[in-house]
């Protein structure tokens, strides 16, 4: 009787460099929120009511004028891999140059959160990016940001 065993292949699904954007369909929901917000606004005209229909009209003018941007931006808001990171607005930096980096959290009353990439570079400045217009979720980018800082290069 033999018994044999399968060859084990392990491959690594993470890609070596993972560029992260801002997600285009939040970007629409928001702007029909948006949309929504200035047909309450028409509403308010027709019937009389200038304060809050001018309110409303500023407050979807300046919304719609964010989201219609977010949607635009084709540039990757994050870029992580085996080397460092680098985000938007601010320089690469190697993972041995970054002091700290985690996942925070923010909370902003009646049960919303914002979360952050928060990380510290040589300069000892604290930088923080937004996360929650982006197309990956605090766990995923927790995940990524962990396998990509084991390496040493």
Request: net charge positive; charged share 20%; aromatic share 14%.
């Amino acid at each position: 009787m033999k018994f044999t065993t399968p060859s084990i292949v392990a491959t690594n699904p993470v890609p070596e460099e993972t560029r992260i954007y801002y997600s285009k369909t939040r970007a629409v929901s928001k702007m029909w929120f948006s949309l929504v917000i200035l047909c309450v606004g028409i509403f308010n005209l027709i019937f009389g009511v200038l304060i809050a229909a001018l309110i409303c009209f500023i407050f979807a003018g300046l919304s719609l004028y964010a989201r219609i941007n977010m949607f635009l931006d084709e540039s990757p808001q994050i870029i992580l891999n085996k080397k460092g990171i680098q985000t938007a607005y601010k320089q690469f930096y190697t993972w041995q140059q970054i002091k700290a980096i985690d996942i925070d959290s923010m909370s902003m009353g009646r049960g919303g959160r914002h979360y952050f990439l928060v990380y510290k570079p040589p300069d000892n400045e604290k930088v923080e990016v937004k996360i929650n217009n982006l197309n990956i979720d605090q766990e995923l980018l927790k995940k990524l940001v962990h396998f990509y800082s084991l390496y040493e290069i």
